[in-house]
């Protein structure tokens, strides 16, 4: 695996896909103290990094020849990549997907002209199944990560960034089973050795980030995270090789960072990213990496998100960010008690979004009640002047949930 055969992989993707430029923001760089730049492949063709590698191999295939169908097996992203690039080369392709995969995911892979067959709950259970596949119906298969062909696609990605932003200091990038992680740190390392690059995964699905650290092949039991696209047990071993060899570091972030990182995207951008696309942002967001004053690559690896997640993963970036609490209030249950309490909540701006009252607890005394409210507020500051408000107007505040 070099750079000869990352720039032969971009020279047969340059008719195909979309260079999105670095992109500068004013907005993370404030708050991170150092210039922070965001490559967007939430924009590609397929709403993904993806296609790269799948079009690098499926082509390579058809100019070798005697190949007419593929399969493989994918959390979504890959999917879609297979299923373009099969088309383009009319070739007919099935590919293995968990039964967890985002409807919309399912949809688009079909909508590119493939079979889908829904298998497994994880992405292990589905590669198991797409051998299967491979061998009964003689179909050739296409590795989502493991494959040096589909490494040297996705590492095109290593090579625009350099040209664009030559002087960069740190480019962090998602990994799952490692294909993106591998191909782009191989290209830049060989392009820069100076520039550090780190991998990001969540913490929920940490098995690069732990076989890192040891130095050693580790699979992981039980995964789970709201990052579907990067949700894998087991790590590639080409995948791995490069990364010990060219990667300086490998973090996680949680579920809540994740979220909030797609909230900040949103709203401070106006980019839609899916939960794996946004930890790179994550990363540098929590502040686990220290980069002020350095020139630091977000590698936004897709966009591909069920528009019926994204109001639960919104809410659980709000929660995380401190933006919508629940307060328990213990009170009297009598009439204009609850008019008291929205009076002292209207007073300190926090809005209301749900009410509800527990007359059951074993600890209430009779006529007493709790109240449980949610509220939506500015921030913890927000929510702990709320608190003292309540408090003050002799109102027994129980706790607030984070939930």
Same mark, same amino acid.
């Given at each position: 695996?070099?750079?000869?055969?990352?720039?032969?992989?971009?020279?047969?993707?340059?008719?195909?896909?979309?260079?999105?430029?670095?992109?500068?923001?004013?907005?993370?760089?404030?708050?991170?103290?150092?210039?922070?730049?965001?490559?967007?492949?939430?924009?590609?063709?397929?709403?993904?990094?993806?296609?790269?590698?799948?079009?690098?191999?499926?082509?390579?295939?058809?100019?070798?020849?005697?190949?007419?169908?593929?399969?493989?097996?994918?959390? *979504?992203?890959? +999917?879609? !990549?297979?299923?373009?690039? =099969?088309? &383009?080369?009319?070739? #007919?392709?099935? %590919?293995?997907?968990?039964?967890?995969?985002?409807?919309?995911?399912?949809?688009?892979?079909?909508?590119?002209?493939?079979?889908?067959?829904?298998?497994?709950?994880?992405?292990?259970?589905?590669?198991?199944?797409?051998?299967?596949?491979?061998?009964?119906?003689?179909?050739?298969?296409?590795?989502?990560?493991?494959?040096?062909?589909?490494?040297?696609?996705?590492?095109?990605?290593?090579?625009?960034?350099?040209?664009?932003?030559?002087?960069?200091?740190?480019?962090?990038?998602?990994?799952?089973?490692?294909?993106?992680?591998?191909?782009?740190?191989?290209?830049?390392?060989?392009?820069?050795?100076?520039?550090?690059?780190? *991998?990001?995964? +969540?913490? !929920?699905?940490?098995?690069? =980030?732990? &076989?890192?650290?040891? #130095?050693?092949? %580790?699979?992981?039991?039980?995964?789970?995270?709201?990052?579907?696209?990067?949700?894998?047990?087991?790590?590639?071993?080409?995948?791995?090789?490069?990364?010990?060899?060219?990667?300086?570091?490998?973090?996680?972030?949680?579920?809540?960072?994740?979220?909030?990182?797609?909230?900040?995207?949103?709203?401070?951008?106006?980019?839609?990213?899916?939960?794996?696309?946004?930890?790179?942002?994550?990363?540098?967001?929590?502040?686990?990496?220290?980069?002020?004053?350095?020139?630091?690559?977000?590698?936004?690896?897709?966009?591909?998100?069920?528009?019926?997640?994204?109001?639960?993963?919104?809410?659980?970036?709000?929660?995380?960010? *401190?933006?919508?609490?629940?307060?328990?209030?213990?009170?009297?249950?009598?009439?204009?008690?609850?008019?008291?309490?929205?009076?002292?909540?209207?007073?300190?701006?926090?809005?209301?979004?749900?009410?509800?009252?527990?007359?059951?607890?074993?600890?209430?005394?009779?006529?007493?009640?709790?109240?449980?409210?949610?509220?939506?507020?500015?921030?913890?500051?927000?929510?702990?002047?709320?608190?003292?408000?309540?408090?003050?107007?002799?109102?027994?505040?129980?706790?607030?949930?984070?939930?």
């Amino acid at each position: 695996m070099t750079l000869d055969n990352i720039k032969e992989a971009q020279r047969r993707l340059a008719p195909v896909v979309q260079r999105n430029r670095l992109d500068h923001s004013s907005t993370f760089s404030a708050m991170t103290g150092s210039d922070v730049y965001l490559k967007c492949e939430n924009l590609q063709k397929t709403g993904s990094f993806k296609v790269r590698g799948a079009y690098n191999k499926i082509a390579k295939l058809a100019e070798l020849g005697g190949v007419n169908s593929i399969v493989a097996c994918s959390a *979504g992203n890959h +999917a879609q !990549g297979c299923a373009f690039a =099969a088309s &383009s080369m009319g070739m #007919k392709a099935t %590919i293995v997907m968990p039964k967890t995969t985002p409807i919309a995911k399912i949809k688009a892979t079909e909508g590119y002209g493939a079979k889908v067959e829904l298998y497994g709950d994880y992405y292990d259970d589905s590669y198991n199944r797409a051998l299967e596949i491979e061998k009964t119906e003689g179909a050739a298969f296409i590795h989502p990560f493991d494959d040096e062909d589909v490494i040297a696609g996705q590492g095109t990605l290593g090579i625009e960034m350099t040209e664009e932003v030559p002087d960069l200091d740190y480019v962090i990038v998602p990994a799952g089973g490692g294909g993106l992680l591998a191909g782009v740190a191989c290209a830049i390392k060989s392009i820069n050795p100076n520039v550090r690059v780190i *991998g990001v995964q +969540a913490a !929920g699905a940490p098995a690069i =980030a732990l &076989s890192f650290k040891e #130095k050693t092949h %580790i699979c992981t039991d039980v995964i789970y995270t709201i990052a579907d696209g990067i949700a894998v047990k087991n790590p590639g071993n080409i995948t791995l090789e490069l990364i010990n060899k060219y990667v300086d570091d490998v973090m996680t972030v949680s579920d809540g960072e994740i979220a909030s990182a797609i909230i900040h995207l949103i709203e401070r951008t106006k980019l839609v990213v899916e939960p794996a696309g946004a930890t790179p942002l994550a990363l540098l967001l929590s502040g686990k990496l220290n980069v002020k004053g350095k020139k630091v690559a977000c590698l936004l690896s897709g966009g591909n998100i069920d528009v019926s997640t994204i109001g639960k993963i919104i809410d659980r970036g709000l929660v995380s960010r *401190g933006r919508k609490i629940e307060f328990s209030i213990q009170l009297q249950d009598r009439p204009g008690m609850l008019e008291k309490v929205s009076h002292i909540l209207a007073e300190q701006n926090a809005n209301v979004i749900s009410i509800t009252y527990d007359r059951m607890s074993a600890d209430l005394e009779f006529g007493e009640t709790i109240l449980h409210i949610g509220c939506e507020v500015g921030g913890r500051e927000h929510s702990e002047r709320v608190a003292k408000a309540l408090t003050a107007s002799g109102l027994r505040v129980l706790g607030e949930s984070r939930r």
